[in-house]
């Protein structure tokens, strides 16, 4: 009888895991807390300055934060959390294998460079587009294509 090595039993749960899925399933958990620890440290910023005793950053930089903080909370930690979540559903709950992990990381790196891309648009200064009581603004075209 032949033993699949792919697949390991989880001696805690009973679940079986497909071990590609399961490299997935981390490395985008590990992204969306890494997301969200960044949202939270740029929240502090946005606290800081909202707060009229201390007033940290000058009203530019406060968009700037408030957008860096708002697509790392609102976007990125979710769609990795979401991400690992999926991967969670579809391999080990459903007992089956992925069915193309080369693609599935393939999509990992392109979130994370999607991210990083945003990340540093928003970060160099001119795409504070999010958050702001003007119409539309346009934002660098890295923004845009991250």
């Known amino acids: 009888m032949s ?7 989880c001696p805690s749960s009973g679940l079986v895991f497909h071990e590609p899925a399961e490299k997935l399933m981390r490395w ?13 440290i740029l929240a502090l910023g946005v606290v800081l300055t909202r707060w009229q005793a201390v007033h940290l ?3 530019d930089m406060f968009y700037q ?3 860096a903080h708002g697509i790392n909370m609102l976007v990125f930690w979710i769609i990795f959390f979401e991400m690992a ?6 391999s080990t709950l ?3 294998r992925l069915a193309t992990p080369n693609m599935a990381w393939a999509g990992f790196w392109l ?3 999607g991210a990083l891309m945003n990340n540093y648009a928003v970060l160099r200064g ?11 603004m346009g934002a660098h075209p890295i923004f845009y294509l991250g």
Do not use: E, H, I, K
């Open 65 to 67: 934060v408030l957008t």
């Open 126 to 136: 001119d795409s504070s587009v999010m958050f702001t009581a003007y119409a539309p």
């Open 94 to 96: 459903l007992r089956t």
């Open 28 to 40: 985008n958990a590990v992204a969306a807390v890494v997301s969200l620890l960044v949202g939270g």
């Open 85 to 90: 979540v999926l991967y969670f559903a579809s």
């Open 3 to 9: 033993v699949n090595r792919m697949f390991r039993t």
């Open 57 to 59: 950053l000058p009203p």
């Open 111 to 113: 979130m994370v460079l």
